[in-house]
């Protein structure tokens, strides 16, 4: 199974940028790859995502300000996350599958532990 480590959250304040990584312990060099987030009392919600090829996806709430990465030399995923807003604060989650998820949190198999993010 791919373990999945993520790092960089933080307190920051509003306009504020943060850059999230995640280490996985195998390559994930053709997997669908993203950034998941949840706040209390919300469904956990697909905010970016990169498929096997490359091609990225974002929602609505964070285009123009997040990007997703990958180094896949360093078997590492990024999301860097610029103008941070208040309502950004959440637990950030990244999630990989060999397969098609497409954007759905329940197609994904394997995730990291969360890095808490609050915009103050």
């Known amino acids: 199974d791919v373990q999945l480590v993520e790092s960089g959250g933080g307190s920051v304040q509003a306009g504020g940028s943060l850059k999230l990584s995640c280490v996985a312990s195998e390559t994930i060099r053709t997997f669908f790859v993203g950034w998941f987030r949840q706040a209390p009392g919300n469904e956990r919600e697909a905010i970016a995502i990169?498929?096997?090829?490359?091609?990225?996806t974002y929602a609505d709430s964070v285009t123009g300000r997040v990007t997703i990465s990958k180094d896949n030399a360093k078997n590492t995923l990024y999301l860097q996350m610029n103008s941070l807003k208040p309502e950004d604060t959440a637990m950030y989650y990244c999630?990989?599958?060999?397969?098609?998820?497409?954007?759905?949190?329940?197609?994904?198999?394997?995730w990291g532990q969360g890095t808490q993010v609050t915009v103050s």
């Open positions: 990169m498929n096997s090829i490359g091609s990225e």
């Open positions: 999630a990989a599958d060999g397969g098609l998820p497409g954007r759905c949190p329940d197609r994904f198999g394997y």
